[in-house]
């Protein structure tokens, strides 16, 4: 069979044939923009938003869906964004609004106003099209501030008031979109065909011009999770250009990255965007979080900058291509007349010859690091063989080809010169990979779930995030989840050793060194023992993230792998606005006896925080699976709405907050929560300044009335504590201060706090603080700790995780119903890694305990793999540091700390216990090498070079943004009534005071 197929290969190749089929006439042109009226009509697809009412736009090429008057319930609070996009395909597997759009959202920017829409008639069909007329779908309505914080600042700068006229241009015959933006600064009605803006090359002014004396037009092109966001000069590595852009001291609104055109590259589809002319200016680049810069205008030198009646258009095009850049690049070409030739070919198998379909080609102007282009082999949808083939346009000049995948390496680059008009042929040869092939087995030698971590002996790691590879930290060659136990990984010749894993109880296995050459199978058989003894609570991560979320590319298939695989017993979806169940993929993938599932969701409102519920109930057929519409809401609406959901469907669904201290997103920040005042159940709320521009922001709608808080995100371990001033100093002064310091009491900083020698700062507030603060105020919701995570290695499911208590420890068995109750009842321990325990007077945590004639018996328990470190333990009584324990090194049990105390108390006290460790726990939890950017920080920074706003702006303050993942752990309180009288809060200790400014 290798033979004959290798024969039919090497012919085609002989004849100069790259595709093969029938050629026939291509479909009648035609362009239409209609409303859809049933779910059938809609695009479709993992990202697909439309539905019945909003606008569908389309030709003989694509499928286009602009919302009308609804927010996406996504990133854009208004209506008249871009939403759905995907290829009209000629296979019936895709009829009936089953499409594979894969893009989040795309809405106008002009100076950092999004464009909301007009209250009635804010987004309509301008002409409905024709097989020679265009079809046009037209949104008009005011610049508003993208964040309600810029609408106080733009003031300062004298921003004019201005509207938008945005039409969605789908013309017969052209494989585009055309976007036309026209801003006017009189007329409230619908205007189009204003001046043509200035496209610039060489570089753009985009504070200067569009915050002080004209204008920048461009878009918020916000790509989602399930594309890879590729640019010409950085490849696919959009995180590490933005992370060298940081360490080098870039303002990127100052300096913004530049290029000929941006592309998100999805399975089957891709998607670039190009201005009429000249470059893309970049001040804001992530996946889920773009802002393209194409045009600009200057002012007429006045403080109004523009004379009344002025019109303004900017004009782009959004291109459409069928799963590799190569395919958009193609239609760039064609849209800007550049001149060009043709490059095809095929990719064999060295040695083999066996042609490789989906590898890519990457294409390198000479010498350069990183790619200009890309291709895919057997991807367009006119190639109906599996023969390696590729091809498409480049522009005439030198360039250089390499094949590249993962488990092959790179291949030779092929230097080629690309004439105008001619065609060039070439074949390209990649290299056959060995293969590795691992067993996981328990201490029975049955297969077990678990993740594989490989690495180079010699450290020379061969991933290349620039060429596609996702960034890991740590450097491995690869990350494998053998779900079922088994796994076969590809790999490049070399000397490599696995370090197989399973979460936080189970101890690591490491392979001794081996090598693999080309064609070679070398097996692995590794075993996974379990570490620590977890009768009665079952491994929770409550805050989890796949493909339905809009930043996250994760299938649920693979969501629900990396749970199992991390050892994960029962998770609670919570995609952003979108209520998903994932038991199916559970059940696909017969791993009830590893890990269950709860339908959940986290409401993503802007600028009021984030609040996240389980269990819930997916309705299937309806608009995002049934999810909150939190519009206009205030904190009270959406936390009863989420509990009337739940009960709908025949649950007590619990409540929590999520990061509250994530600045924009963080609910205590945006209310201004502040923890050093406050009375026994009054809290004191303080919104800042910069919210006073959000009338749902005020000290009056700020709630409570959550059942817990998400003190534990991710790996933001920068949010646990509330440093002392001096560590804040330290480390703003590099004197070696880390994040190990801020998040580690001792007892001579809290008799240090308590004797006024030290202050907690005033301008970092840590969660776990905060929360000791609502405590001692009489508020008691659960601490939580859950990873957040979005993707498969970034953040690793689980990281952190809850301890739950449970009627059950097998996971098959486990009721939603009884984690949801647990966790109200506060039966937690949060863990980046140990398993802590603590009773008084033999009453678990959770509990309320009457003490006898003022004494209590305290019961503290670590337990931790041998892999794990654990150093000490912090013993909380109504917030105070009270004892500290070392933990002896290298304790030969998995029982690594535990002591009995008796207290005596003369008041009402609740108690709460902290371990922690300081070694790394890599590579089960990697460290974060590549930094958070806060998205306030980046608008702070962006705008304090402005005279009119910069001294109106306090400096970010610096956090650790760079640091290794290390063992935490904390419990929920135990909460002690001394005299009989039920439990008393204790109000704020005295020595709670924040630093003087």
């Known amino acids: 069979m290798y033979r004959m197929r290798s024969l039919l290969v090497i012919c085609a190749l002989a004849a100069g044939v790259v595709g093969c089929g029938n050629e026939e006439s291509g479909p009648a042109s035609f362009a239409s923009a209609r409303r859809i009226d049933s779910l059938d009509e809609i695009v479709g697809g993992p990202k697909s938003l439309g539905r019945p009412g909003d606008l569908l736009l389309e030709n003989e090429f694509f499928r286009a869906v602009i919302l009308t008057d609804r927010p996406s319930m996504g990133p854009h609070i208004s209506g008249g964004s871009l939403v759905d996009l995907d290829l009209v395909r000629n296979d019936t597997r895709y009829d009936g609004g089953f499409g594979r759009d894969q893009f989040n959202e795309m809405f106008p920017m002009v100076s950092m106003n999004a464009q909301a829409t007009a209250e009635t008639g804010g987004v309509t069909i301008a002409h409905e099209g024709s097989s020679t007329e265009a079809a046009v779908v037209r949104v008009h309505g005011p610049g508003e501030p993208f964040l309600s914080v810029l609408g106080i600042l733009w003031g300062m700068v004298q921003m004019p008031d201005m509207w938008l006229t945005t039409d969605f241009i789908a013309e017969p015959g052209l494989p585009w979109l055309t976007v036309e ?55 696919f590595d959009e995180d590490g250009a933005v992370f060298e852009a940081n360490q080098a001291g870039i303002n990127s609104f100052l300096e913004p990255f530049a290029f000929p055109f941006v592309v998100g590259v999805g399975e089957g589809i891709s998607y670039g965007l190009v201005p009429d002319a000249g470059e893309l200016y970049v001040p804001l680049f992530t996946a889920s979080q773009t802002a393209l810069v194409g045009g600009a205008v200057d002012g007429n030198g006045e403080a109004e900058r523009f004379e009344p009646g002025s019109t303004f258009t900017y004009r782009r095009h959004f291109l459409v291509g069928h799963g590799d850049v190569g395919s958009v690049v193609d239609q760039m070409i064609d849209l800007r007349g550049i001149p060009a030739g043709t490059v095809r070919g095929h990719v064999l198998e060295r040695s083999s010859l066996l042609p490789l379909s989906g590898i890519s080609v990457f294409v390198f102007e000479p010498g350069a690091e990183d790619p200009y282009s890309e291709w895919k082999t057997d991807i367009a949808p006119t190639d109906v063989l599996d023969d390696g083939s590729f091809g498409g346009r480049l ?53 077990i779930p678990g993740k594989v971590t490989v690495f ?113 017993e029962f998770f609670a979806t919570a995609d952003h606005d979108y209520i998903s169940d994932f038991a199916p993929y559970v059940e696909q993938l017969g791993l009830e006896a590893w890990v269950s599932t709860a339908p959940g969701v986290e409401t993503t409102t802007v600028e009021l925080g984030h609040y996240l519920a389980f269990p819930l109930q997916q309705q299937f057929l309806g608009d995002v699976g049934g999810a909150l519409d939190w519009t206009g809401m ?58 006073l521009a959000n009338t749902l922001i005020t000290a009056d709608a700020a709630s409570l009335d959550m059942d817990g808080i998400e003190l534990f995100t991710g790996k933001r371990i920068d949010l646990h504590r509330t440093p002392l001033q001096r560590e804040l100093d330290g480390f703003a002064d590099d004197d070696g201060t880390d994040v190990l310091d801020w998040i580690t009491r001792t007892m001579e900083e809290q008799e240090g706090l308590s004797e006024g020698v030290y ?41 952190p995780r809850n301890f739950v208590a449970s009627p059950t420890d097998a996971p098959a068995f486990i009721r939603a119903q009884d984690v949801a109750d647990a966790v109200r009842d506060h039966r937690v321990v949060a863990s980046y890694g140990p398993f802590l325990t603590m009773h008084v007077d033999g009453a678990p945590i959770g509990s309320d305990v009457r003490a006898r004639d003022g004494v ?30 070392d933990v002896p090194p290298d304790t030969p049990s998995d029982l690594r700390f535990e002591t009995f105390i008796d207290l005596e108390l003369d008041e009402d006290t609740w108690f709460v216990a902290i371990a922690t460790g300081s070694e790394a726990m890599s590579p089960v939890f990697t460290s974060v090498e590549i930094p958070y950017i806060p998205l306030e920080e980046a608008v702070t920074a962006a705008l304090q070079p402005i005279e009119a706003i910069g001294s109106f702006l306090s400096d970010p303050v610096p956090f650790p943004k760079i640091h290794p993942i290390t063992p935490y752990a904390l419990t929920n309180p135990i909460w002690v009534d001394v005299d009989g009288d039920g439990f008393q809060a204790p109000g704020i200790p005295g020595w709670m005071v924040p630093a003087e400014p």
């Open 395 to 447: 522009p005439v000049g030198d360039w250089e080809l390499q094949v590249y995948e993962r488990g092959r390496g790179r291949s030779p680059r092929l230097p080629v010169t690309v004439s105008e008009g001619d065609t060039l042929d070439v074949r390209l040869e990649a290299a056959r990979p060995g293969t590795v092939r691992v067993r996981l087995v328990d201490e029975r030698g049955e297969p």
């Open 456 to 568: 180079r002996t010699d450290g020379a790691s061969g991933r290349h995030p620039a060429l596609g590879d996702s960034f890991i930290a740590g450097d491995p060659e690869t990350v494998a989840f053998a779900h079922d136990g088994f796994t076969d990984i590809p790999m490049r010749p070399g000397e490599y050793e696995v370090v197989a894993s399973r979460g936080l109880e189970y101890e690591i296995a490491v392979s001794d060194p081996f090598r693999v050459d080309e064609r070679s199978v070398h097996d692995l058989e590794l075993q996974l023992v379990r570490g620590i003894d977890s009768e009665g609570w079952i491994s929770a991560d409550l805050h989890v993230h796949s493909s339905p979320s809009h930043d996250s590319g994760v299938s649920p298939t693979d969501r629900v792998r990396t749970m199992a695989c991390e050892g994960v």
């Open 856 to 885: 209590v018996g305290i019961d503290l328990r670590a337990q931790a793999p041998s892999w794990m470190s654990l150093d000490r333990i912090e013993l909380y009584a109504n917030g105070t540091l009270i004892r500290e324990f």
């Open 181 to 235: 933006t026209t801003v006017s600064f009189e007329d409230e009605g619908p205007v189009t065909g204003g001046a043509p803006v200035d496209y610039p090359e060489g570089g753009i002014d985009i504070l200067g011009a569009g915050l002080e004396t004209g204008l920048v037009f461009g878009d918020f092109f916000l790509a989602g999770g399930s594309l890879e966001v590729f640019a010409p000069g950085i490849g």
């Open 634 to 691: 205030l904190p009270e609406e959406i936390m009863t709405g989420l509990r009337e959901l739940g009960r709908d469907a025949g649950y007590e669904p619990v409540v929590f907050v999520g990061h509250p201290r994530d600045g924009i997103f963080g609910y205590f920040d945006q209310y201004g929560f502040d923890p050093f005042s406050g009375d026994v159940d009054d809290p004191t709320f303080r919104p800042g300044l910069l919210t």
């Open 759 to 799: 202050r907690l700062t005033g301008e970092l507030e840590g969660q776990v603080d905060d929360w000791f603060t609502l405590l001692n105020l009489g508020f008691r919701m659960t601490a939580l700790g859950n990873s957040d995570t979005h993707s498969l290695t970034d953040t690793e499911a689980g990281c």
